[in-house]
């Protein structure tokens, strides 16, 4: 049981940290207006969100 609480509170650290990622590379890309949004597109594409 304690095995498995440490596996869940480890996905969970991951998950939090994706969402930190994503959150700021959204207001990056607010910021950053004059930058295509098929480049962002494509290169989003291209992150390792599922680790």
Do not use: A, H, T
Not at 7 to 20: A, D, H, Q, V, W
Not at 22 to 42: M, P, V
């Amino acid at each position: 049981m304690v095995l498995s609480m440490e596996l869940i509170e480890e996905e969970i650290e991951i998950y939090n940290s994706k969402m930190r990622l994503l959150s700021w590379l959204y207001d990056e890309i607010k910021i950053q207006q004059d930058i295509s949004r098929d480049l962002l597109n494509e290169e989003g594409q291209k992150l390792p969100l599922n680790l």
